[in-house]
């Protein structure tokens, strides 16, 4: 499989399309904004998009989730425990952000250790709360796309609605840092890095990481 980043909108959230090389299924994680820019996209590369899937359900993440999925008629997935959050202006933020009110409907939800498939090859969710109770990383070819739960060098906030800070030390601890290390790991925002990056350098993993 093979993917393109692309960043959206005016909180410079990392939308990426995942897509299989052969069949050209491909499926949109965390359409932020820019719906015509992603869309545009994917008509030039002529990819078949089956799905949209979300790392979790904050409003800087969502923005263009209604427009993608009415315009390629696709349904739209999330964990099970961001399903509610995603229906609810204030408690995905979007209520007091620029895109104003945004409230979505799952057509399915996702559960810890669940695959997602492109023409047979398989992505696996794994849940890590802590930025939120659904969040969802994904797990592929070496790959980890990894949402607002672990950047370059920092984690994401735990103060917000859902967030919880034992959850995600867990999270980052007993699901993300026993990847493997060469696996390269795709934030919601901010440049790329590897897990034995974040194992030497990131000062939430190092601190409870042991040896």
Same mark, same amino acid.
Do not use: W
């Given at each position: 499989?093979?993917?393109?980043?692309?960043?959206?909108?005016?909180?410079?959230?990392?939308?990426?399309?995942?897509?299989?090389?052969?069949?050209?299924?491909?499926?949109?994680?965390?359409?932020?904004?820019?719906?015509?820019?992603?869309? !545009?996209?994917?008509?030039?590369?002529?990819?078949?998009?089956?799905?949209?899937?979300?790392?979790?359900?904050?409003?800087?993440?969502?923005?263009?989730?209604?427009?993608?999925?009415?315009?390629? !008629?696709?349904?739209?997935?999330?964990?099970?425990?961001?399903?509610?959050?995603?229906?609810?202006?204030?408690?995905?933020?979007?209520?007091?952000?620029?895109?104003?009110?945004?409230?979505?409907?799952?057509?399915?939800?996702?559960?810890?250790?669940?695959?997602?498939?492109?023409?047979?090859?398989?992505?696996?969710?794994?849940?890590?709360?802590?930025?939120?109770?659904?969040?969802?990383?994904?797990?592929?070819? !070496?790959?980890?796309?990894?949402?607002?739960?672990?950047?370059?060098?920092?984690?994401?906030?735990?103060?917000?609605?859902?967030?919880?800070?034992?959850?995600?030390?867990?999270?980052?601890?007993?699901?993300?840092?026993?990847?493997?290390?060469?696996?390269?790991?795709?934030?919601?925002?901010?440049?790329?890095?590897?897990?034995?990056?974040?194992?030497?350098?990131?000062?939430?993993?190092?601190?409870?990481?042991?040896?």
């Amino acid at each position: 499989m093979n993917l393109i980043a692309l960043q959206t909108g005016i909180y410079g959230v990392n939308t990426y399309i995942v897509y299989d090389d052969n069949s050209k299924e491909c499926l949109i994680v965390d359409p932020s904004s820019d719906s015509d820019i992603i869309i !545009n996209k994917i008509n030039t590369m002529k990819l078949m998009p089956k799905y949209i899937v979300l790392t979790h359900a904050h409003g800087d993440h969502i923005g263009a989730v209604g427009e993608v999925k009415a315009k390629l !008629n696709i349904p739209v997935f999330v964990h099970k425990d961001d399903y509610e959050m995603l229906m609810d202006p204030d408690l995905n933020l979007s209520k007091s952000m620029s895109y104003g009110p945004i409230s979505i409907k799952a057509d399915g939800v996702l559960k810890d250790n669940d695959y997602l498939t492109l023409d047979g090859k398989l992505l696996r969710v794994i849940h890590t709360p802590g930025h939120t109770k659904g969040g969802i990383c994904l797990y592929f070819d !070496n790959y980890l796309i990894s949402g607002d739960t672990l950047f370059k060098g920092s984690i994401g906030r735990t103060d917000l609605y859902g967030g919880n800070f034992n959850d995600i030390i867990n999270s980052l601890i007993n699901k993300i840092a026993i990847l493997p290390d060469d696996t390269v790991v795709l934030p919601g925002h901010g440049p790329s890095t590897t897990i034995k990056e974040e194992k030497l350098r990131n000062p939430y993993i190092k601190k409870y990481l042991i040896k």
